[in-house]
């Protein structure tokens, strides 16, 4: 079956400290990526995907993150984190389904908390 | 609206009555998706539609969840004979066709609690 993992359900970081947030998938194919962020009392926004091309990809808010198609991880980072940044981070797979749409499968999340 | 809504933003009731959710999707989008975020839990698909069709409803934890579309607009998510453990954020997002990179954009959510 198809999940997700967010291995790390808190994380602490300084601020203005590099940050990587780790997430694994498991799916026969190369699934299209996500990964959102959702900030207290907010709904969830996208920070970026990965559908093809280039493993590397650039998103919202200065963040980045990798796909590596032998480690089945897709693993978000970013070089110099803002309190601002203190979220819950959310990694999720879309797997095609029929009539064109897609269903999401979503990890269980990381929070992120940034201290002074 | 520029986005999805959703309504109410938050329901407390009692065990046992019956809840309706409602989302608005953004306009134009055909897919919408319903999720469940209980505490310390990640985002739990419930079901999706392709227009007003559920091509998906394996997400649904039991009969006394249903969900409907009409339209191809609104939908309702109705809870019946709430329990204490269906306590949690009700999320909604919906996505249009046309890119091949379906693109999910979510509402607020709608907190229920069920005492």
């Known amino acids: 079956a198809q999940s997700v993992t967010q291995p790390d359900i808190h994380i602490t970081v300084s601020e203005g400290a590099s940050l990587e947030l780790r997430c694994n998938y498991s799916?026969?194919?190369?699934?299209?990526l996500f990964w959102y962020v959702q900030s207290p009392g907010q709904g969830l926004q996208l920070l970026l995907k990965y559908f093809s091309g280039d493993t590397l990809v650039q998103g919202i808010k200065g963040f980045e993150a990798e796909f590596k198609r032998s480690q089945s991880s897709f693993n978000l980072r970013k070089p110099s984190v803002h309190w601002s940044d203190a979220a819950e981070y959310f990694c999720a797979v879309g797997l095609r389904g029929t009539s064109g749409t897609y269903k999401y499968i979503f990890g269980t999340g990381t929070r992120l908390k940034v201290l002074a | 609206g520029a986005g999805v809504s959703q309504s109410p933003s938050n329901k407390v009731t009692e065990k046992g009555k019956d809840v309706e959710l409602r989302c608005d999707p953004i306009?134009?989008?055909?897919?919408l998706y319903w999720y469940r975020q209980s505490l310390g839990q990640g985002l739990e698909f419930l079901i999706y539609f392709q227009g007003n069709s559920a091509p998906d409803k394996s997400g649904l934890p039991s009969d006394r969840f249903s969900a409907e579309r009409t339209g191809g607009s609104v939908s309702t998510l109705t809870i019946q004979r709430t329990q204490q453990e269906d306590s949690a954020v009700y999320l909604c997002?919906?996505?249009?066709?046309?890119?091949?990179?379906?693109?999910?954009?979510f509402g607020p959510g709608t907190r229920l609690t069920v005492l």
């Open positions: 306009s134009g989008h055909t897919a």
């Open positions: 997002a919906s996505s249009g066709r046309g890119s091949s990179y379906n693109e999910q954009f």
């Open positions: 799916y026969g194919a190369t699934p299209y």
